[in-house]
């Protein structure tokens, strides 16, 4: 049983590790603020400014720029994996075009709500700035969820493996197949891995401004292009 003091000092802890969680996310979210004005190039002691806070005080929070890019970036990946899994787990399992759509339009959406992010995570890499390895679990999220609609669509067979990789392909291939989609085929594997790519420089020539003056409204191409790549890949569509 815990004694009085016992009893004060866990809610002084809990407090502590209360406010230190709020002033956390309170820098965080001033920094996101900066990405909108300065990119990547942040600056803790501009960002503790900001806050009111002097400099030394945020390296209590992030010891480094670094540090804070990190955490910036673990949050994009995390947000942008959680708005793919909602969006493909709202569709009927053995709609595996619409999963795969589903897919292609959460990650547009996404990047269109928060394009700084975007830029963050699929932009030009930060000079200097190596990301750690406990970053990948977050980043692979979004293309682990169409691993599992490439899995089910190569269970159901509807997949067809009929052309042979270059052995360098294949290996790469293999590699990618063996952390989302284990059980399917390299050639299917290989084209759902291209579709990847072409949504994905569809999405960054959209918000880094590539389709202007070509692309007047962006929204009804991209549809049908990535229905275009659902068929590309085999999955089947009305």
């Known amino acids: ?5 016992d009893t004060d000092l866990v809610k002084a802890t809990s ?5 230190r969680a709020e002033m956390t996310e309170e820098i965080k979210t001033t920094a996101r603020r900066h990405l909108a004005t300065e990119g990547a190039n ?4 501009a960002v503790a400014r900001d806050l009111g806070m002097v400099s030394s005080a945020i390296y ?6 670094d540090d804070l890019l990190t955490a910036l970036i673990l949050d994009a990946y995390t947000a942008l994996g959680g708005s793919v899994a909602a969006a493909e787990g709202a569709v009927d399992r053995a709609d595996l075009a619409g999963r795969f759509l589903a897919i292609c339009h959460a990650v547009r959406d996404w990047a269109l709500a928060n394009p700084h992010e975007y830029a963050l995570i699929y932009g030009s890499p930060v000079p200097g700035y190596v990301a750690p390895t406990d970053t990948v679990p977050a980043a692979t999220r979004a293309v682990t969820v169409l691993g599992g ?4 669509a190569s269970a159901a067979g509807l997949l067809r493996d009929d052309e042979a990789l270059p052995p360098d392909a294949a290996q790469d291939v293999a590699r990618v197949g063996a952390l ?16 990847w790519l072409h949504l994905f420089g569809f999405v960054s020539f959209e918000i880094f401004g590539q389709l202007k003056n070509a692309v007047d409204v962006p929204g009804p191409l991209f549809a049908q292009q990535m229905r275009a790549q659902a068929v590309y890949i085999g999955l089947p569509t009305a």
């Open 180 to 195: 989302i989609a284990p059980h399917a085929p390299l050639g299917p594997l290989s084209r759902a891995l291209g579709s």
């Open 15 to 19: 407090m502590r590790a209360r406010l």
């Open 60 to 65: 209590r929070y992030f010891p480094s720029r």
């Open 149 to 152: 609609v490439i899995e089910d």
């Open 1 to 5: 049983m815990l004694s009085v003091c």
């Open 42 to 45: 942040l600056s803790l002691r």
